[in-house]
């Protein structure tokens, strides 16, 4: 009996397995993150036609920077489709293939063509939006697509493609395709468009069925698989593991894949490796590292590990049983750490997630950018003596930080109280120009604080405090009139307006 | 490779735009006044950022843009940063031109926002700064505060800065084609003083953005330099084109 499996580009398909006549297969298909987000149709297009010892499929990824890639998508998968299976043993008679199959892709494009011209906007699109989709809708939709027939009564092959989603064929010893047709072979220029046809080199091959112990196709949104997938098919935990997680990378795609057996079926409910336990996650403040450790597992090639963060997650992996990474290389707002062991191409489940506390990042850095003199300098972040700190745009300092910073502080002002007592020890104000700034030195006992102001805004608000053991800088009033005025109450410093004028 | 992190939403990447409205911007350059021609190739910039973004007929938020015009102060056009899908919605703002010319206040505002904004940033691509201009600056020499500008990053790399020097015979030939151009090089004799000092402000071009410019249809040398000569409209515009060469998917 026929049977015409055309994916919904609107729903998430589930790895899915049929036992066909002749050939088994599964798919599989996804829309990416921000197009589950918006609930709109996803670019990829899948149609299977399989019936005895023929099977023919047409996978499609639409170009998204075209009009409504999905367009073409859909219309290719199921129109080429369709005449691949029509047209199946002439075409494998054929040693023209590249001009028959050229010949219907650039006559499609009447048809679809006028999917596009009818394709409506939304009615509350704005006008930039709405300008530039009409602008799309004169240069056509596009897609690239993997095409297959496979007949086991004649025992041949014909593979046709254009774009850079993967045909990938295995042979009794392992991957063939590169052999074949080397690893140039999926362009992403390539593909097919509703308004010119062709654009790029269509590709085709024939091979006997007898050389193909499996066929994998999937589009680009699956493109981890390239690395992790070399020898064996993956398990539907693994697969579907993959598919799911992809959704949360920054480079989330849509995704469809198909794989084909002739004849048999694989064992596809692999035992997974174990997972690694007892994961243990700390931060270094010293060295500003994230250090994760698990218990060891046997039997395995890698690990993978996983960075939460509100966006999505981030994978990286590693061979030893434990992995530090910069605090600042980690995404904003790092929430947890979770891992999982790789051994023979299938994956383990997920360990369970590790909660972490990343510090603010501004907190992290070792140094901020201060005022000095109208130019920026860079200070080291932990002698700053307190106070407001004149940072602009960066964060204070998280209390937690401060906590610390207490102690320190008050010893430095001792220290400095000290220092000043030794060099004015005749009790009068010295005034040091530095840069722009007017320094003074406070005698020791002189109970008449200052008030910092900065002498680019001259706002008044703000307080400014050069981190220097040798000195504090301030900016006197004019009239040296004023009351004194308690601007800031940390228990560290007191800052007042001067009631003199510091003499030259 | 540096600079080959793509834009996309959870990713997005940052251009920060800042235009002089000074007086001389209403001179003429091909029948139109300067400021016209930069509105004009802004737009069409913009646009061609939600080409790249709209999957379907939605905007996915993978640029996001912050606008400073400036003449003797500095406005910020859009209150801060915004996705590329809010200023779709806004759409290309008005400006008029106003007196002096002070650079580097513009660009202590990019400073700033960049130090509020580059701890966020971690994974994206790195922040790109365009900036037009027509003339010298009035005021302090900014290229101390570019220098600074372009030593800070991310780990895509350094904060990359753009020139786009609107001026007349800035060069030794005319450029008929901007697709045929291989842009300005380090080596390239630049007629005029203030263009030689932004060339030395401009970033050398990334080979993932040639790229991204390639696809454009401009074929600029490994060895371009960041500062576009807008001698005329078609420059102007090319040099709008650059700022938003970052590499997306396809």
């Keep these: ?124 699109v704005a006008p930039m939006l709405r300008a530039v989709l009409e602008k799309k809708r004169g240069l056509g939709s596009e897609s690239t697509f993997v095409a297959g027939c496979l007949d086991a009564g004649r025992r041949e092959t014909l593979f046709a493609w254009m774009g850079d989603s993967r045909l990938r064929i295995w042979g009794i010893k392992g991957e063939i395709d590169r052999n074949i047709f080397g690893i140039d072979a999926f362009k992403t220029q390539e593909r097919w468009s509703t308004s010119k046809g062709l654009v790029g080199d269509l590709h085709f091959i024939k091979i006997d069925l007898d050389q193909i112990h499996h066929v994998m196709v999937y589009s680009d949104g699956l493109a981890r698989l390239d690395a992790k997938i070399r020898m064996n098919s993956p398990s539907n935990h693994t697969l579907s593991q993959i598919i799911a997680e992809s959704g949360r990378l920054a480079a989330s795609d849509d995704i469809s894949y198909l794989e084909i057996w002739p004849g048999f079926f694989p064992d596809l409910q692999k035992t997974s490796p174990k997972a690694p336990a007892h994961l243990r996650v700390k931060t270094q403040p010293n060295n500003h590292q994230l250090v994760a450790s698990w218990n060891k597992v046997n039997h395995v090639d890698e690990f993978e590990i996983a960075i939460h963060h509100p966006k999505g997650w981030q994978l990286f992996t ?187 | 490779m540096a600079y080959d992190i793509l834009a996309t939403s959870q990713t997005p990447a940052l251009i920060i735009y800042a235009l002089d409205v000074s007086g001389s911007m209403e001179e003429r350059l091909d029948g139109r006044t300067r400021i016209e021609v930069v509105m004009d190739a802004l737009s069409a910039a913009l646009q061609q950022i939600v080409f790249r973004c709209t999957k379907g007929g939605q905007i996915s938020p993978r640029y996001r843009i912050a606008m400073f015009a400036y003449s003797d102060q500095v406005y910020d056009i859009l209150n801060g940063v915004m996705t590329i899908d809010q200023v779709a919605n806004l759409g290309v703002p008005e400006l008029s031109t106003m007196r002096a010319t002070n650079t580097d206040l513009v660009f202590r505002e990019v400073e700033r926002l960049l130090q509020n904004e580059l701890p966020h940033l971690n994974n994206c691509p790195a922040p790109l700064v365009c900036h037009m201009t027509d003339g010298e600056f009035n005021g302090a020499d900014p290229e101390a505060t570019v220098r600074r500008i372009m030593t800070m990053g991310n780990s895509d790399g350094k904060v990359l800065v753009e020139n786009i020097f609107i001026s007349d015979g800035l060069l030794n030939e005319r450029i008929i084609d901007p697709t045929n151009w291989q842009g300005v090089t380090y080596n390239t004799h630049l007629k005029n003083s203030y263009a030689n000092k932004l060339r030395a402000m401009s970033s050398p071009l990334p080979e993932s953005y040639r790229i991204m410019m390639a696809e454009s249809g401009y074929n600029l040398d490994p060895g371009a330099v960041m500062m576009l000569p807008g001698m005329s409209p078609e420059l102007v515009e090319m040099g709008f084109v650059m700022s938003m060469s970052t590499p997306v998917s396809q």
Excluded at chain 1, 31 to 53: F, M, N, V, W
Excluded at chain 1, 413 to 431: M, R, Y
């Design chain 1, 1 to 124: 009996m026929l049977k015409v499996i055309s994916l919904d580009q609107n729903l998430e398909t589930p790895v899915s397995l049929v036992s066909g006549d002749y050939f088994n297969y599964r798919f599989a298909y996804a829309r990416s993150a921000d197009t589950i987000k918006s609930d709109t149709t996803g670019q990829d297009a899948l149609t299977i036609r399989e019936e005895g010892e023929r099977i023919a499929f047409v996978l499609c990824d639409g170009v998204s920077q075209s009009f409504y890639g999905n367009l073409a998508a859909r219309f290719l998968a199921e129109e080429l489709n369709l005449w691949l299976w029509e047209n199946a043993d002439s075409l494998l008679n054929s040693n023209e293939i590249s001009e028959v199959f050229a010949g219907f892709l650039n006559r499609s494009t009447e048809n679809a063509s006028r999917i596009v011209s009818s394709q409506s906007l939304p009615d509350d």
């Design chain 1, 318 to 504: 590693t061979q030893k049983n434990s992995w530090e990474i910069a605090i600042r290389s980690l995404p904003i707002n790092t929430s947890a750490v979770s891992i999982r062991s790789w051994s023979d191409e299938n994956a383990s489940d997920w360990s369970r997630t590790q909660p972490v506390s990343i510090p603010d990042p501004s907190s992290m850095n070792s140094t901020i950018m201060v005022r000095d003199s109208g130019l920026y300098r860079e200070q080291d972040q932990s002698i700053i003596m307190g106070g407001d700190i004149y940072a602009p745009g960066l964060n204070r300092p998280s209390k937690r930080h401060r906590s610390w910073l207490l102690p320190v502080l008050v010893l430095i002002e001792v220290g400095l109280i000290c220092l000043a007592s030794l060099v004015l020890s005749v009790g009068t104000n010295k005034i040091i120009p530095a840069d722009g700034w007017i320094s003074t030195l406070l005698p020791f006992g002189q109970s008449s604080p200052v008030q910092v102001i900065n002498p680019d805004s001259h706002d008044r608000q703000e307080k400014k405090f050069l981190p220097s053991a040798t000195h504090i800088s301030i900016f006197p009033t004019q009239t040296g009139t004023e009351k004194p005025k308690q601007i800031d109450s940390t228990p560290a410093i007191q800052v007042f307006t001067p009631i003199v004028s510091p003499e030259p």
